[in-house]
């Protein structure tokens, strides 16, 4: 059970920004419904991030396949869900916050390839209807596993850890290499394989930089899965009230 191996992709953001888009016009909605399932943790409003909300939302098709595949979790499991849909001034938020992170660390790179850096782990800020970055389109998922008692799998790395051991392939490599994995390593390996293979199967791509971002229907996802053209670019829940 789980020990398929995480496949590996060559991706590129400048690729999947050059795919077609073909809007669907399907609605953004609340994924707090369904906590069976889904747990919402809304990783950026508990850090106070300017721009985040207390709920989740995401495409409605990109929501019914993410229940789909915890359906197929083992008994008692179910998602948490860190983060979907983005307004682009959170998405502005964590760049900046990062690109000032990277430049207490590189003092003297300059701002261009202090930016390259930043983008590996947050995606440039962008609502161009050519080329949005994959949360603004509400078909990006950050998310992980917890067991019946609500604890989390150990995945070996931290949601938004800025490191190699976030790659997905992580353990895959090294054990393609040759290298022994400890106890606890091979449980973070079954882990990760565990939540690679239900999104997979629910029609979700991952992004290889970070083992907790899958994409569906976005430019990321038709890169990966060959599609001829995304169907989602930016969008926004239905807010009477208020423009995010
Ligand atoms: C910030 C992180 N959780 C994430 O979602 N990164 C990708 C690259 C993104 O911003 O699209
Ligand atoms: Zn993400």
């Known amino acids: ?89 959170l998405q502005k938020g964590l760049f900046s916050a990062y690109v000032e992170r990277l430049r207490s660390e590189y003092p003297d790179a300059s701002e261009k390839t202090l930016q390259e850096m930043a983008s590996k782990y947050v995606a440039l800020p962008s609502k161009d209807p050519a080329r949005p970055s994959p949360h603004l389109t509400g078909g990006a998922v950050d998310c992980t596993i917890a067991d019946e008692d609500g604890v989390m799998l150990d995945m070996g790395a931290d949601f938004d850890e800025t490191s190699n051991r976030s790659k997905s392939r992580w353990l895959e490599d090294r054990l393609e290499a040759g290298e022994t994995l400890s106890e606890r390593e091979l449980f973070v390996l079954r882990n990760r394989r565990m939540l690679h293979a239900v999104m997979e199967k629910a029609g979700f791509t991952n992004y290889p930089e970070e083992w907790w971002h899958f994409d569906y229907g976005n430019q990321n996802w038709a890169l990966i899965t060959g599609a001829k053209n995304a169907i989602y670019g930016p969008a926004s829940p239905r807010f009477a009230w208020r423009t995010p």
């Open 1 to 89: 059970m789980y020990d398929k191996p995480i496949s590996r992709f060559d991706f590129s953001f400048s690729k999947a920004y050059t795919l077609p888009i073909v809007e669907s016009g399907e609605p953004v909605v609340p994924v707090g419904l369904c906590p069976d399932r889904v747990v919402v943790l809304q990783q950026y409003y508990l850090e106070g991030i300017k721009g985040a909300l207390p709920e989740a939302y995401l495409r409605e098709e990109v929501f019914r396949r993410l229940v789909s595949a915890a359906r197929n979790l083992p008994k008692g499991y179910r998602f948490v869900l860190f983060d979907g849909w983005r307004p682009v001034k």
